[in-house]
Structure formats: structure tokens, C-alpha cells
């Protein structure tokens, strides 16, 4: 069973970097497609919105088109963990931001993905 940690959410003025880390423990990111989803405030259930993927095998990168060219999504598997830089963020990008691993179809449907880490909290405030 494949667990996956974020860490790297904090609290950023306007216009401020974050880096998030996802790593998983008891398994691999190996032969998996990763994702990053967020969870704005006020989101009701467990509606969760697309920020980017990276494929399982080509490292093919996906992201949510409004979000392309502020964050980039990458790899290191020699540690295991999976990364999402977040650059020049915005009050409007404070949520809660989930890892999720291995998808069953389209990588832009939060529930298509079968593990999920717990959240990391981002909030971008001045």
C-alpha cells in the first residue's frame, strides 16, 4: 500500500515561491503517474481541482491550463518524490494541496486517482 506525505505548504506573500514534495513510502513512484489537486476554501465535499501531472513512464507533464507557466511539476525518482513549484502565487491560489498516485483514466478527474496523501495547507497572504 503506497502512502504518499506533502510537505513544503506554508504561509507566502503575493507574488512569492513555494515548493512542494510529495514522497511516497511503501511503494514507489516507479511506473505511476503523479498529480497535484487543490481544494480551495469554501470547496464543497471533496471537489478537488487540477493543477498538473506527471506521466508514468515518458514524464510527459499535464497542467491545468489556467496555471501553465506559473507551476511546474517534476520528478526525482532516485528520492523517491515528486515536486510542485509554485511561483508568483496569488491570494486566489490558497487551498489545501494534494499528491495523488496511479490513475485508473483522464488525470484531470480527482477520482480517477487511487492513493492520496493528506494535504499540505497553502495560503498566499500579504
Known amino acids: 500500500q503506497v502512502q504518499l506525505v506533502e510537505s513544503g505548504g506554508g504561509l507566502v506573500q503575493p507574488g512569492g515561491s513555494l515548493r512542494l514534495s510529495c514522497v511516497a513510502s511503501?511503494?514507489?513512484?516507479?511506473?505511476?503517474?503523479v498529480a497535484w489537486f487543490r481544494q480551495a476554501p469554501g470547496t464543497p465535499g471533496s471537489e478537488r481541482e487540477f493543477?498538473?501531472?506527471?506521466?508514468?513512464?515518458?514524464?510527459?507533464?499535464y497542467y491545468s491550463i489556467p496555471l501553465k507557466g506559473r507551476f511546474t511539476i517534476s520528478r526525482n525518482s532516485a528520492e523517491n518524490t515528486v515536486y510542485l513549484q509554485m511561483n508568483s502565487l496569488q491570494p486566489e491560489d490558497t487551498a489545501v494541496y494534494y499528491c495523488?498516485?496511479?490513475?485508473?483514466?483522464?488525470?484531470?478527474?480527482?477520482?480517477?486517482?487511487?492513493?492520496w496523501g493528506q494535504g499540505a495547507q497553502v495560503t498566499v497572504s500579504s
Open positions: 511503501g511503494g514507489t513512484f516507479s511506473g505511476k503517474a
Open positions: 493543477v498538473a501531472a506527471i506521466a508514468a513512464t515518458d514524464d510527459n507533464t
Open positions: 495523488a498516485a496511479e490513475t485508473r483514466g483522464s488525470y484531470r478527474v480527482h477520482y480517477n486517482w487511487n492513493y
